[in-house]
Structure formats: structure tokens, C-alpha cells
């Protein structure tokens, strides 16, 4: 029964996002948290509303590619700009960060898209980039990539030193 | 009564479809606009006819026998080791090899005329001078692109496709997504549009008209809503329509239309869509550099008028739940030179 009940919250589409749903960003991110080069541990206080949601999550890596993220982060290896594949987040790694930094942009190259696109489809971006850290349930992310490359999740357990 | 009540509704839904078939031929394959599809109609009516036929014997068949005299109460039963007499065995012999036969040979005809029908109808056919056009399924609309071997002449566009009158027309299929099937029935049959390989048809129309198109293999949520439009017209027509397709995008002209034309600029508008000689070079979704000269908008699930437009850029999941375009808000005040600038682009 739980797994069918998780079943159904997998497959749900939220195909018109409801505007109070997503009025939850704040002021969560404040840059004076974050210190550059030591731990990033700022308030996570908010959450994506699209956390494990499989239907958001593949939605988000559309976009992901259609924004040309992927032009410059490739498939989350970087190569232009940073990889989205890893532990240490310069601007923090929560969804509140990751969040603050599509929408505002950072020094040396990543454009701010605050303005440019529907909040909505942020927050579905932001679920695809966690879960390429395996930070999305197992039940909401496939279980094998559209391209050629290793699961993500075996690069994080390769990174965090677990083998399989 | 439940029988009879079945009975009639499955002849209310078949008259209908007869009727709607009738009504609306822009999308028959029963009228056929060209010779790929009169080959389908021709074979479609034979094998109709054919085994029409041969079913009414069969039931004729079955309703005599149903009526043949039998042996009564007063008649004494068969004997177990009942053996038919001769004239009986070498009469029965004859008609099961008569029948065997028939079948084998109707089916032969039948096989040959189908495989006939479909080499004619090849892509392997080499056409003169033909014009080729890719035609890219995506969800839920397609991306239509005239192939030049001059690139000053390649055009893109989407959901609508012109050609000329008596000139052969190579289909290029392709997919960004998923499996989809390009069927326009008055010009040819259907065929799948395959990710990462290039699948064709040639199609032709020998007299001008609007003929109506749908995807026909299951694509997604949307699937119902993904028709296309082929337009053939004579070919000086085709031309001008050709010329006026390849120049940019009409400038603004009205205060309302320079006002719409920076609200496309500066909103999600311009990631997805191009509109040629503007800097929104996006390549998601539609082109949009003639938008307000096709017929439809959301892949002709509407007609293309303001109202339509205005409906579908405010919330595109009303119109079609599921589909790829951003619900992008724009306030009330920029919505008309929205709608006006995108119409004013013929």
C-alpha cells in the first residue's frame, strides 16, 4: 500500500503551478552567510516544492537543456563553468541556494534569470540539478540516463569514497 | 435489451463516422488529392469490395444451411460408425478443395496487390525534380523546414506546409522526442517519425486544396492535439508564398506593436521561439517569424485569431494540460501589444 500510495505522488503533474505554492522564496540565501572558500552551511530554510516529484524532475532536465545550462555545466560534469556533479557548492548546495544563484547569477559568467523565466520552471531545474547529486528519492529519478554516462548516483558514491 | 441497446449505439457510431467522413474530407483517405493516395484508395475499394463480397456468400452460405431440411424425430438417429456414401464423400471432397483454392488464390492477389501498391508508393522512387521537406515531430507540434541546397533558401516554419501543384514532395521524418507518425490521408499513409534516424515519403497533389493532417502514433498527453495543415497550391501561388516566407519579420509599425514587440524581447518568450531578424533565436518551439500568416496556433488546435492567442499565451494549460510552453506572466497591460505584434507578423 505505501508503495503505491508513493507511486501515485511520483507520477503527479503539477501542470498548472499555483502561484502560492511557489511565493515561498524569501530571503533564504542571504550572500553575508556564505563564506567564501570555508563550509557553506546557510539556513535551508525552504524547500523545493518539486522535491521528488518525477514528473518536475524531468521536466527540469528539459529545461536544462533548453536554457543551454548545458552549455556551459554539460551534462553536471562542467567544463565552461563549474561541475553541478559534486560535494563542495561555492554558493551553498541547498535548494534555497542553488535557487538564489539561477536567479541572480554569479561572478564569471553565470547570467541571472531572475525576471527572464516563470519561477515554476527554476524550481523544476533546481530538483534536476539535486538529483544529479542523487539528492532526490531514488523512486523520482530514472534509473538510468538518456545519454552515455554512469549514474549519477554512482559517481556520488564514487566521490564520497562508498563503493558498491 | 441490453443486446439491442448495444446493437444500436455501435450503429449510431458507425453512421456517424460514415457521416463525418462524408462532411469532412479534408482529412479522408477515401478522397485521395494525389497518385500515392489514389493507390491507397484503389487498394482500400478492392480489398472493400473483394472480401465485402465473399462475406455475403459466407452468410449466404450460413442462412441456407440453417434452413436445410433435417433429419426429423422419426427418423431413425445415425449409426456411431456412420460411413457417407460415395457420391456424398467425392461432393464434399470436391467443394473443401474448391474453397482451399479459392482462398489461396484471393489471398495471393490480395498480397500482390498490397505489396504492388506499396512499392509504387516507395520512397525508393526517384522523382524528378522534387522538394524536399523535413518534417521534425516534437510534443505536441511540428517543425516544418524547406531543404535548400542554397541555405539563402532554407525556410522554417511550423504546422503548416505549402507545396505545388503536380510537383513530387519528399517527406524527411524526424523526431526530437519520441515516436510520432506523419499521416496527412488525402496525400499518402501514414509514417513514423523516428528519434535519431531519418524516415521518408513522397507525396504529391494533383489538384490544389487544404488537406488536414494528424500525428498518428500515440506521442504523449497531447497527442490528440498535434494536426498539421498541407496546403497545395499552384505554383506561381507557391512561389509568392515562398518569397514572402523567406524575408524577416515585418518591423513594427504601430506604438502597439513596437510595446509588443519589447515585451517578446524581454520576457521567456525569445529562449524558445525565433523570430528572424530580431535577436530571439530560440529553437524549442515554433518559429514565429510569419506567425500571423498560418491558420492555427498551438499545432491548429485553435484558429489563429487575438483572442485565441491572448487565451493561450495567458495560461497554455488550459487549451492543451501537459504541454511544453512556460506559462509566462505578462500583465494585462502588455498582453494586447503582445497579441497585436505577434498577429501584425504576416
Known amino acids: 500500500m505505501c508503495l503505491l500510495m508513493s507511486a501515485c505522488q511520483r507520477q503527479h503533474q503539477d501542470i ?100 527572464r ?4 520552471q527554476i524550481w523544476e531545474i533546481v530538483a534536476y540539478v539535486r538529483s544529479m547529486n542523487g539528492e532526490q528519492p531514488r523512486s523520482a529519478t530514472p534509473s538510468r540516463a538518456d545519454s552515455i554516462e554512469p549514474n549519477p548516483q554512482t559517481i556520488v558514491n564514487r566521490v564520497n569514497g562508498q563503493t558498491k | 435489451m441490453m443486446q439491442r441497446a448495444k446493437w444500436a449505439r455501435a450503429f ?43 462475406f455475403l456468400i459466407v452468410m449466404i452460405l450460413t442462412v441456407m444451411t440453417l434452413g436445410r431440411r433435417h433429419r426429423g424425430f422419426e427418423q431413425e438417429p445415425l449409426a456411431i460408425r456412420h460411413k457417407a456414401s460415395d457420391e456424398t464423400e467425392s461432393q464434399l471432397r470436391r467443394v473443401v478443395t474448391g474453397a482451399t483454392i479459392a482462398t489461396i488464390v484471393i489471398l495471393f492477389v490480395l498480397i500482390v496487390a498490397s505489396v504492388g501498391t506499396g512499392k509504387a508508393n516507395s520512397e525508393l522512387q526517384q522523382k524528378k525534380n522534387p522538394l524536399t521537406i523535413q518534417v521534425t515531430g516534437t510534443q505536441w507540434w511540428w517543425q516544418i523546414q524547406y531543404m535548400n541546397s542554397d541555405p539563402t533558401q532554407n525556410l522554417t516554419t511550423a504546422n503548416e506546409i505549402h507545396i505545388p501543384v503536380g510537383r513530387p514532395v519528399q517527406i ?36 490544389p486544396g487544404e488537406f488536414r493532417g494528424q500525428c498518428a502514433e500515440f506521442c504523449g498527453l497531447q497527442h490528440a492535439h498535434m494536426a498539421i495543415w498541407v496546403i497545395a497550391e499552384p505554383q506561381a501561388q507557391f512561389d509568392a508564398w515562398m518569397k514572402a516566407q523567406l524575408q524577416p519579420a515585418a518591423a513594427p509599425q504601430t506604438p502597439a506593436q513596437i510595446r509588443g514587440q519589447q515585451v517578446f524581447l524581454n520576457n521567456a518568450c525569445m529562449y524558445c521561439h525565433a523570430i528572424q531578424g530580431t535577436p530571439a533565436v530560440g529553437q524549442n518551439g515554433p518559429d514565429l517569424t510569419h506567425f500571423g500568416s498560418r491558420r492555427g496556433i498551438a499545432a491548429n488546435t485553435v484558429p489563429n485569431t487575438m483572442g485565441n492567442l491572448a487565451g493561450w499565451i495567458l495560461d497554455p494549460q488550459s487549451m492543451k494540460p501537459g504541454n511544453h510552453m512556460a506559462t509566462v506572466e505578462v500583465s494585462s497591460t502588455d498582453l494586447q501589444p503582445l497579441v497585436e505584434y505577434l498577429e501584425s507578423l504576416k
Open chain 1, 16 to 115: 498548472r503551478p499555483s502561484p502560492t505554492s511557489l511565493a515561498i522564496y524569501g530571503d533564504a540565501a542571504k550572500e553575508d552567510v556564505i563564506r567564501p572558500g570555508g563550509p557553506v552551511n546557510p539556513q535551508p530554510v525552504v524547500n523545493n516544492p518539486y522535491n521528488g516529484s518525477a514528473y518536475d524532475i524531468s521536466e527540469g532536465q528539459r529545461l536544462y537543456n533548453w536554457y543551454n545550462c548545458s552549455g556551459c555545466h554539460f551534462q553536471g560534469g562542467g567544463g565552461i563553468g563549474p561541475p553541478l556533479i559534486k560535494q563542495h557548492w561555492i554558493y551553498g548546495g541547498e535548494p534555497a541556494n542553488l535557487f538564489d544563484t539561477i536567479v541572480k547569477g554569479r561572478p564569471n559568467g553565470m547570467p541571472a534569470w531572475g525576471g
Open chain 2, 172 to 207: 524527411r521524418g524526424a523526431s526530437n522526442d519520441v515516436i510520432h507518425s506523419f499521416w496527412v490521408p488525402n496525400l499518402n499513409g501514414k509514417r513514423d517519425l523516428i528519434p535519431s534516424r531519418i524516415t521518408s515519403e513522397w507525396i504529391e497533389a494533383d489538384h
Open chain 1, 117 to 120: 523565466i516563470p519561477a515554476y
Open chain 2, 12 to 54: 449510431a457510431i458507425a453512421s456517424s463516422l460514415v457521416l463525418t467522413s462524408c462532411i469532412y474530407n479534408r482529412q479522408s483517405a477515401v478522397d485521395p488529392a494525389g497518385p500515392q493516395a489514389g493507390r491507397v484508395d484503389t487498394l482500400w475499394w478492392s480489398f472493400f469490395w473483394l472480401l465485402g463480397a465473399i
